[in-house]
């Protein structure tokens, strides 16, 4: 579950929402883009920089959830045919 703070009407409001289960595969390289090239001049600009990377932070994060499936299927393959030897 994630939070964020939002001022309506002069009032702090904490909206809640879940978080989608594809940012379990968020990568150290989605993280330092985020970090280091973001230009932080102000909130549009970042909200321009995050919305103009969605789509490339999607297909990596898409990807390492695919690749870790393959590296789960793998093991579980291998250890069949190491028990069953």
């Given amino acids: 579950m994630g ?5 309506r009407d002069e009032k702090i409001s904490k909206c809640y ?9 968020i990568t150290e390289n989605i993280k330092q ?8 001049n ?4 970042r ?15 898409k990807y390492k959830q695919k690749y870790s499936k393959v590296k789960v299927r793998s093991f579980v393959r291998a250890m069949s045919e190491f028990l069953a030897a």
Avoid: G, T, W
């Fill in 3 to 7: 939070s964020v703070e939002i001022i």
């Fill in 17 to 25: 929402f879940q978080i989608p289960f594809l940012c379990n595969f």
């Fill in 33 to 40: 883009h985020l970090i280091y090239k973001a230009n932080r």
């Fill in 42 to 45: 102000s909130d549009q600009e």
């Fill in 47 to 61: 909200l321009n920089f995050f919305f103009r990377n969605v789509k490339r932070y999607e297909d990596e994060m």
